[in-house]
């Protein structure tokens, strides 16, 4: 029997269960579901692992091995809130609560609504019977918002929550150390839209309406609006376990994209695993999008480890790559690698005719460019020249 399995009956696999129990009176509309405790209904649904999500598989996040470095232990656990508002506050509650794991071959969303604010504490419970012991939860951006929520509200609730000491993965900032300066946005949609092709029906409802539309059924009682919501809920679940498992597989080297193995070699390096971190930048050096990048980052380690042989050739490599396409002859990455030829081959290897070389070519560089620069140019012209200024006066003492 699978971890989750006491949650459901057996061989309960259709998409959602039949209405039980003594409904609020007051309260129509809800989509097929279960009233669990006063004032808490509960609704689930069911997703095959292993089938496609937009372009990316749903895979099971247990076997993602990789994310135990960041955290993940246990049973990896999704949870994803819908409020009241969206800027948090003891005036902010959420209203509907989706929690996502793999059980035997599904991945399972639960989702618990609440009736209205009076049964709050009865809904924490309830939220909290569903997420073991050893759960790791994984949120989008819940670091700053769903977890801080849920914790005030157990506080006004006068509890703790159960989940509390477990181990929390913010999907966002790893989203972000791939994304970000490559995508206009790294929100969950845009992740959706641009990483995982996820295309929804038209059902959803958009995140901005949620509140208003939870305030006009306490005004109501109609839930039937509603359902757009829980889909909404429903859909941002499963995309961000399919989201954790393609962030997993990038980390691993599982990409023939050299920005995506750059940006996984940056994050082993931070992590404190330089090796791993070279051998994706060394995959990433042949692919043309990244060579110059990667090189880039090999040369300052070199340096960093006084290998200065090896940080002058990667700086070189980095330079030919970097003239080798013409789109990015203005790039200001031309101007660093230029400036850290000239200082190693002035410190290091004692050669200021081939610093100034160097040097000469970056103040031409900056001729060239100053008006792209804006006010950098000042500064890193003073710089380049103060350096030009020191080797000719080596030159003439030398005379």
Known sequence: MGKFDRFFDEGERQRAEPVRGRPPMSVRGLPGGSWVDDGVYRVQS???????????????????????????????????????????????????????????????????FLEG????????????????????????????????????????????????????????????????GRLPSCSLGSMEKNVLGVLRSGEDIPGRLIPEMYAQYLRTRDASPLAGVFYHNEIDIVSLAALYCHVARLMEGASQDGADLVKAGD???????????????????????????????????????????????????ALGALREDPRRGADPVAFVLLEELAKIEEHAFKSPEAAMGYTAAALDWLRRNRYILGTSFARMQRSMSRRAMRLRKGFSDES
């Open 46 to 112: 069911f997703h095959s692992l292993g089938a496609p999500h937009g372009r990316k598989i749903l895979g099971r996040p247990e076997d993602m091995g990789v994310m135990e470095t960041f955290g993940a232990r246990g049973s990896v656990v999704f949870l994803d809130l819908e409020t009241t508002g969206l800027s948090g506050g003891t005036g902010t509650y959420a209203f509907l609560c989706g929690v996502g794991f793999s059980s035997g071959d599904d991945f399972t969303v639960v989702q618990f």
């Open 267 to 317: 994050i082993w390096m931070a992590s404190g695993d330089p090796g791993r971190a070279e051998a994706l930048w060394d995959r990433a050096c042949e692919a043309s999008q990244a060579r110059v990048e990667a090189f880039l980052r090999k040369g300052f380690v070199a340096k960093r480890a006084s290998d200065h042989a090896s940080a002058r050739d990667a700086f070189l490599s």
């Open 117 to 180: 604010p009076s049964k709050e504490s009865r809904w924490l419970r309830a939220i909290d019977s569903v997420i073991p012991h050893d759960a790791c939860l994984v949120t989008y951006n819940g670091a700053s918002f769903d977890l801080p929520l849920l914790r005030t509200r157990h506080v006004l609730s006068r509890s703790s929550p159960s989940w509390d000491s477990a181990p929390h993965i913010d999907l966002l900032r790893h989203a972000r150390k791939f994304y970000k």
